[in-house]
């Protein structure tokens, strides 16, 4: 890895992986805000940096790494920082918010847990609990009977097996969100059944990261 940290640039440059991949690839631009022990000691340990990095695709070990904000720039992606409290995160916690010109916008909260392993625990509101290290499937429905059920059906026809699965709501009957951590990729063809099923808002295929 690029060090010094584990904690505060290798996992980092790996959260900063899993909300690229989430998000569906290299955000135009993106307004992150430190929380905890990120904005304290994160300047020093360049997770500022090591975010960036993540966003743009490279993986812990790249040498590119302390270059990632100027490359961002040349790239044409916009950068800002900022400092926030979230209540009950872990120290390592970082607020991403994403914006696309495909892509449109996406607001994910994320902390790296030690070791170089994250967890990303928001995305748009809603309670997730994401390592990447699985591949996974993020499905956007409105909450009523059945949307579960035929969603696990469309997935066992195309033979994925469901590892884990968390559905998290606004309300009852309202937005709600399924993450879904699958034994191996799913096909587009699969994915696009799921998009088009009744009451689904959209589907995204997430590589493990």
Do not use: K, W, Y
């Not at 960036?52 to 790249?62: F, H, N, Q």
């Amino acid at each position: 890895m690029i060090g010094p940290s584990s904690s505060h640039t290798a996992g980092a440059v790996r959260l900063g992986n899993l909300a690229r991949a989430i998000f569906g690839g290299t955000p135009d631009c993106a307004d992150i805000a430190l929380h905890g022990s990120f904005a304290s000691t994160g300047a020093g340990h360049g997770t500022d940096i090591a975010l960036v990095a993540g966003l743009l695709g490279m993986g812990p070990d790249d040498p590119g790494i302390p270059d990632a904000i100027r490359i961002a720039e040349d790239a044409g992606m916009s950068v800002s920082f900022g400092v926030t409290e979230i209540a009950h995160a872990h120290p390592n916690t970082a607020l991403l918010e994403l914006t696309g010109a495909d892509s449109g916008s996406m607001r994910l909260v994320g902390s790296s847990v030690g070791g170089g392993n994250v967890v990303m625990t928001e995305i748009d509101g809603f309670d997730v609990e994401a390592t990447g290290e699985l591949p996974m499937l993020v499905v956007r429905h409105h909450d009523q009977p059945g949307e579960i059920a035929a969603v696990s059906r469309i997935l066992a026809d195309a033979g994925v097996n469901i590892a884990e699965m968390r559905v998290s709501r606004a309300s009852r009957g309202g937005d709600a969100l399924m993450l879904i951590e699958v034994d191996a990729e799913v096909d587009a063809l699969t994915v696009a059944r799921i998009a088009q099923a009744p009451a689904i808002e959209s589907a995204r295929a997430v590589a493990a990261v």
